[in-house]
């Protein structure tokens, strides 16, 4: 009786010993995050930017009650300075960073793990997903690009390494777990943040966050104010489908024209409906794709093409996730009927400028320029123009007085209209030919004069 008992007891123990012994290193904490970081720390790119920002001397001037009374505010304009990280992702050059790095910048620099700068130029921004792009010339230096993972595949509750520049602290490591996936916090329609625990501060911004493999599965975005061990990275594949329209200077999305809500039990069952799924449409643009299409105020969209519709935000996703000119159906319950409707998508408006025209290196050179945002022009009460983001030190053009944050209006008695037009203008004039252009600045707009070279 005791070797019949003692057997399968030597055996449970033997297969416990075993498993205790063979179990995926991935279940068990790492000893250290030596190899990961010896992977990828040379991949990641210290970010600084000087720049110009607009301020009013007067509160609440953005309110028109109080534009009425009291006028439009005078403004003023001041310099400053900002750091981030970043990380390389080709060995061309090319640099993923953050939107809120660069806004406003008049000079990007990067500086490498081996204490190489290179100035940087902006290819491409996303204020809705907070991305930039932007490229350096390596100048025959070696570069270690980082690998781009699958965000969909991570886990909650496995290992991950921030690498970046915290308080300016350059290259530091921070380690954690991914806490959370698809977190929407309200900072913008298409979020859906990894959340994790790795201490991530002000400067961390733009740097990657790396899984166990040594593979980039978020952007490191953004932190929540006064508290710790809350930290939010924008997923790789996130980026991965936004980068095509980052590296063409422009990132376009679909764009209905309809004002949503979700749907909770109470206006279920004043619809009729079966439960709380779908996309309550509030109200809808005169003119805009879905008025066009037959949309309706009090529609509940169910399904966008094939895809099913659980809330507001689902629809803005899929339809964020479409571009301009695509056509797309809705199934709609209305009336307690279900419809279809197809709507030809227009395209959604933001402030980020269309760097199309630039970003693929410019024939304007020592000149480098961009086209001015909505907001640009507002502001500068101009209809068109050219930003200059770039004047090659000892060049023709700044001895005599052209800077980055110029914005040039008018060339050789033709007005300025575009970043594009400059660039075909100034191209096409031969060397040692005389320019003449007239620039607004800080302190006012002046005429300025020099040789092609």
Request: charged content about 20%.
């Amino acid at each position: 009786m005791k070797q019949t008992v003692l057997a399968p007891l030597g055996c449970i123990t033997a297969f416990l010993l075993f498993f205790v012994l063979f179990a995926p290193a991935a279940n068990a904490a790492p000893d250290n995050f030596v190899d990961v970081v010896k992977s990828t720390r040379n991949g990641v790119v210290h970010v600084v930017v000087t720049g110009t920002k607009t301020e009013s001397n007067r509160p609440f001037m953005d309110d028109e009650l109080f534009r009425r009374f009291f006028g439009s505010p005078n403004e003023r304009q001041y310099k400053f300075d900002g750091l981030g990280t970043g990380f390389i992702i080709d060995n061309k050059g090319l640099i993923i960073t953050n939107n809120h790095v660069i806004t406003n910048a008049d000079k990007i620099t990067v500086k490498t793990v081996d204490n190489k700068e290179f100035e940087a130029t902006l290819v491409g921004r996303d204020s809705l997903t907070d991305l930039a792009l932007l490229r350096i010339d390596p100048k025959g230096a070696k570069l270690t690009a980082l690998k781009l993972g699958d965000s969909d595949k991570i886990e909650i509750g496995e290992w991950a390494v921030a690498i970046g520049s915290p308080q300016g602290l350059e290259w530091t490591v921070t380690a954690g777990i991914i806490s959370a996936k698809g977190r929407n916090l309200g900072a913008g329609p298409y979020d859906s943040f990894i959340q994790t625990d790795a201490s991530i501060n002000q400067g961390n911004s733009g740097g990657p966050l790396i899984n166990m493999n040594g593979e980039v599965i978020g952007v490191n975005t953004m932190i929540v104010a006064n508290s710790q061990g809350l930290g939010f990275a924008v997923p790789s594949n996130v980026l991965k489908n936004l980068l095509p329209q980052l590296m063409d200077g422009r990132v376009r999305r679909g764009w209905l024209g309809i004002t949503l809500q979700n749907i909770d039990e109470n206006l279920a069952k004043s619809f009729g409906l079966p439960d709380t799924e779908g996309a309550l449409v509030a109200d809808v643009i005169k003119g805009d794709p879905a008025d066009i299409a037959g949309v309706k105020s009090g529609d509940v969209i169910k399904k966008a093409d094939n895809t099913n519709i659980v809330d507001s935000r689902s629809l803005t996703q899929y339809v964020g996730g479409k571009k301009p000119g695509d056509n797309i159906k809705l199934t709609i319950v209305r009336d307690g009927k279900n419809i279809t409707v197809t709507a030809k998508l227009g395209e959604r408006k933001t402030d980020d400028g269309d760097l199309s025209s630039s970003s693929k290196g410019s024939d304007a050179a020592p000149i480098k320029v961009r086209e001015l945002s909505a907001q640009e022009l507002s502001r500068l009460d101009i209809s068109g123009g050219a930003l200059v983001t770039n004047v090659v030190g000892g060049s023709a053009p700044e001895k005599a007085g052209l800077s980055s944050g110029d914005v040039i209006v008018w060339m050789n008695r033709t007005d300025i209209k575009s970043a594009k037009q400059f660039q075909e203008s100034y191209s096409a004039l031969k060397s040692g030919s005389s320019v003449s252009l007239k620039i607004l600045t800080n302190s006012g707009s002046r005429f300025i004069a020099f040789n092609k070279e």
